[in-house]
């Protein structure tokens, strides 16, 4: 498990220097806080965040927060936030071009900060839902608890997120109305079903083995005579195997033929 990875990008010192302090206190990590265009977009390609925090006015600098964002945008698509304290119509327009998950608006509180990064990451989710190329996707639940970028999910505590890789999820387990997720170190409840976690992440590894189950077939130890064992906590699991599902199960263990 790991946090959700931020870029503070914002030349005032002491303000950059306040977030870094809040996000922390929040549980996120901070990849980098910088002031200029050039060591952002360097530090963006190199430390690759989770999300960005991003003031408009940048000085000294060779591009200004919403051209810098456009740039990273080329690079990869990440939820942006823009702090600044331009409001104006003319500026929120330009803004809108570079296409943010959230508009923050100087001075802003804790609270609203926190608030400003939840909706972020499911703004963003939002808006790339449409596009079935893109990495990031969002559990179609009113919860809102889960989100997946390529390798990882996102899954909600509280106000922050935290980063799970998909490959170390051993099971999934339906569990009334939530879904209880076991990796190989920690064990996470949520707010969803077998059928939309499945939906959030498409991976070829996941399958279904009970329509109470979905196993990691990575984390696969034997099958044998209809019995299923996962590795886990140095040893095995055994998963029980739906009638229904019987006939894919065995598909995974196709047998070597001979001439």
């Known amino acids: 498990m790991e946090v959700l990875r931020i870029l503070i990008v914002e030349d005032d010192l002491l303000l950059a220097t306040e977030l870094g302090e809040q996000l922390l206190e929040f549980g996120y990590a901070i990849t980098d ?10 530090s963006f390609r ?6 960005v925090l991003c003031d408009i006015r940048l000085k000294g600098s060779a591009l200004d927060g919403i051209e810098l964002v456009k740039e990273m945008n080329e690079i990869a698509r990440v939820p942006i936030v823009f702090l600044t304290a331009s409001g104006d119509t003319a500026t929120v327009e330009r803004a809108k071009l570079a296409r943010p998950a959230y508009y923050l608006v100087k001075p802003c509180n804790a609270p609203q900060l ?18 079935p190329s893109h990495s990031l996707r969002k559990q179609q639940s009113p919860a809102e608890q889960m989100f997946s970028v390529t390798d990882y999910v996102f899954l909600k505590d509280g106000y922050k997120h935290l ?17 209880k997720i076991i990796t190989e170190k920690d064990t996470y409840v949520l707010t969803a079903n077998l059928t939309s976690f499945s939906q959030q992440v498409p991976k070829d590894f996941m399958v279904r083995i009970h329509r109470s189950y979905i196993i990691n077939i990575q984390h696969l130890a034997s099958y044998q005579g209809g019995r299923l064992f996962m590795k886990y906590q140095q040893g095995e699991q055994e998963l029980p195997i739906g009638k229904t599902y019987r006939s894919k199960v065995k598909d995974l263990f196709p047998r070597l033929k001979s001439d």
């Open 33 to 42: 806080t910088v002031s200029r265009s050039d060591t952002a977009l360097l």
């Open 46 to 51: 190199r430390r690759r965040p989770d999300l």
């Open 114 to 131: 926190k608030v400003a990064l939840d909706f972020a990451i499911a703004n963003f989710s939002s808006s790339t839902l449409a596009d």
């Open 163 to 179: 980063r799970v890789k998909i490959a170390s999820i051993i099971w999934v387990m339906a569990l009334g109305a939530n879904v």
